[in-house]
């Protein structure tokens, strides 16, 4: 069974830093893409950033770029996000998901981890 | 806003059929495949069609998705009450070179 579990949400003041990670299990992590997609609370999906699967090539949304870093480590089977930079607009819940790269497919997600930025 | 557009709400009674559109551009719904997703009240989404119109293993075959040009539908036949949920459509966009999710439609069944 395809498991993702993010963790590493919190309470940030602006201008700060947290890392989010994502343990994934249940699939061969190294035979994926992989991908950030937030959601403010009581908003839409909005995509933040995706890596392929040895993470040679990434990705970021305009809103982010410059700020966050995408990277994974294959042998932990393990996704990140370091946030920098932190402004309040961030705040929103943040899904870990699989992403099949060929087939543009964004199949299986997390249950999500939450982010605050607040002083 | 949105890079795709879908009505903010839809709504039906038990048995009904209801469809929900998307619209988008050349650069994304256009070119490339469309997926849809169902949010639960305080859920992750779930994938529900990839690839315009196939259904994951497990999705009932009430859920159907078609795709024109550059716009796309979620039908689903035989609504009920369970179906009520916030539903996305999302694709990989060439131009922005990332993945754009509608707005999404708050499905209610009355």
């Known amino acids: 069974e395809v498991q993702l579990v993010e963790s590493g949400g919190g309470v940030v003041r602006p201008g700060g830093s947290l890392r989010l990670s994502c343990a994934a299990s249940?699939?061969?992590?190294?035979?994926?893409?992989m991908t950030w997609v937030r959601q403010a609370p009581g908003k839409g999906l909005e995509w933040v950033s995706g890596?392929?699967?040895?993470?040679?090539?990434?990705g970021y949304a305009d809103s982010v770029k410059g700020r966050f870093t995408i990277s994974r480590d294959n042998a932990k089977n393990s996704l990140y996000l370091q946030m920098s930079s932190l402004r309040a607009e961030d705040t929103a819940f943040y899904y870990c998901a699989r992403w099949v790269i060929p087939a543009a497919i964004v199949d299986y997600w997390g249950q999500g981890t939450l982010v605050t930025v607040s002083s | 806003q949105s890079v795709l557009t879908q009505p903010p709400s839809a709504s039906g009674t038990p048995g009904q059929r209801v469809t929900i559109s998307c619209s988008g551009s050349s650069s994304n719904i256009g070119s490339n495949a469309v997926n849809w997703y169902q949010q639960l009240p305080g859920t992750a989404p779930k994938l529900l069609i990839y690839?315009?119109?196939q259904r994951p293993s497990g999705v009932p075959d009430r859920f159907s998705g078609s795709k024109s040009g550059t716009s796309a539908s979620l039908a689903i036949s035989g609504l009920q009450s369970e179906d009520e949920a916030d539903y996305y459509c999302?694709?990989?966009?060439?131009?922005?070179?990332?993945?754009?999710f509608g707005g999404g439609t708050k499905l209610t069944v009355l």
């Open positions: 890596i392929n699967w040895n993470g040679g090539s990434t």
């Open positions: 999302a694709a990989w966009d060439d131009s922005l070179n990332g993945w754009v």
């Open positions: 249940g699939f061969t992590f190294d035979d994926y893409g």
């Open positions: 690839s315009h119109n």
